[in-house]
T-cell receptor
Framework: AQSVTQPDIHITVSEGASLELRCNYSYGATPYLFWYVQSPGQGLQLLLKYFSGDTLVQGIKGFEAEFKRSQSSFNLRKPSVHWSDAAEYFC?????????????FGKGTHLIIQP | DAGVIQSPRHEVTEMGQEVTLRCKLISGHNSLFWYRQTMMRGLELLIYFNNNVPIDDSGMPEDRFSAKMPNASFSTLKIQPSEPRDSAVYFC?????????????FGPGTRLTVT
């Protein structure tokens, strides 16, 4: 069975600083990987996804993520964070195209932005 | 275009009562997923449907939980009888399976409190 580990429960970053959120997955075949963001009291919004091809993927809101098969990682990055980026971030792995068979989520990383 | 619609947004009920959560898929989508989010366990897949057919219900906690898709655009998740440990946020998500992308789109969630 697949699994996702997000090692950082909380991360605090100053506004304007760069950000990297870590995600490690476990899956025996080629994974389908996703990052979602959840603002308080809201549902999950897809930031970006990786299926195949270029291992550096661009998403919405200025986020990007890099798939590294050798490290089983899919870390999320942003060069300069804004106060509105404060939220909960979830990494997820799917076992078929687009997560069509359901997604396995990490426990999430809570991002705090300092002024 | 309307996103995934869930109702009610909040539900408070007493232990032993029946609870029904509702979900309307995005028009044209053919896969439906029910997730539960708690502090302890994070986001867990409960059940999913493809073309109205339940595919995997291994995440349903126990027989008190049941889910149906009476038509292609609507689903219900029922808990009978409810217990305090069922308190959580319940999300449904929909996707379009078979197009190669098919990422999941989440509704705003139903916050269930069982007293």
């Amino acid at each position: 069975a697949q699994s996702v580990t997000q090692p950082d429960i909380h991360i605090t970053v100053s506004e304007g600083a760069s950000l990297e959120l870590r995600c490690n997955y476990s899956y025996g075949a080629t994974p389908y990987l996703f990052w979602y963001v959840q603002s308080p009291g809201q549902g999950l919004q897809l930031l970006l996804k990786y299926f195949s091809g270029d291992t550096l993927v661009q998403g919405i809101k200025g986020f990007e993520a890099e798939f590294k098969r050798s490290q089983s990682s899919f870390n999320l990055r942003k060069p300069s964070v804004h106060w509105s980026d404060a939220a909960e971030y979830f990494c997820a792995v799917g076992t078929s195209g687009g997560g069509a068979d359901g997604l396995t989520f990490g426990k999430g990383t809570h991002l705090i932005i300092q002024p | 275009d309307a996103g995934v619609i869930q109702s009610p947004r909040h539900e408070v009920t007493e232990m032993g009562q029946e609870v029904t959560l509702r979900c309307k898929l995005i028009s044209g989508h053919n896969s439906l997923f029910w997730y539960r989010q708690t502090m302890m366990r994070g986001l867990e897949l409960l059940i999913y449907f493809n073309n109205n057919v339940p595919i995997d219900d291994s995440g349903m906690p126990e027989d008190r939980f049941s889910a149906k898709m009476p038509n292609a655009s609507f689903s219900t998740l029922k808990i009978q009888p409810s217990e305090p440990r069922d308190s959580a946020v319940y999300f449904c998500a929909s996707s379009l399976r078979g197009t190669g992308s098919g990422e999941q789109y989440f509704g705003p969630g139903t916050r269930l409190t069982v007293t």
